[in-house]
């Protein structure tokens, strides 16, 4: 699955792999209908190529909130994952206001649908438009 690949290069770019983490890209593995041994070899080996053209807004706008919330899901924040997440958010078609604007709304521990649905609105407007 590309967005896993993705989470893992964004997990690994600050040296390791912080548990809550690893959760969290399970999780989302699992919510994908992958199972353990696919999604374990996708965290050992994260490489291969990523079609940014291919993905539907929505794919998007998933990605891209699901790499900040890896960002902050261990309380941590650095400087290499904050510059991962804003080549990625250029990669995905969106102007780097894009990462700041959903910064503020995820939370480490919770997602809260009404306003994820709010926020996908929102960062839509930073989506160029090709």
Known sequence: DQQLKLLARLAGSDGS??????????????????????????????????????LTDDERFDYLYNLVHLMKVDGEVYNQE??????????????LAAVYEIYPHVHPRVKIPDEIRKLRQTVGKFLVKK
Do not use: M, T, V, W
Not at 82 to 95: D, M, N, P, T
């Open 82 to 95: 904050i510059e991962f997440c804003e080549r990625i958010a250029k990669k995905l078609g969106y102007q």
């Open 17 to 54: 792999i912080d548990e809550s983490e690893l959760q969290l890209i399970q999780s989302l593995g699992n919510a994908h209908g992958l199972e353990e041994k696919e999604i374990s070899e996708i965290i050992k080996k994260p490489q291969g190529k990523i079609d940014y053209k291919g």
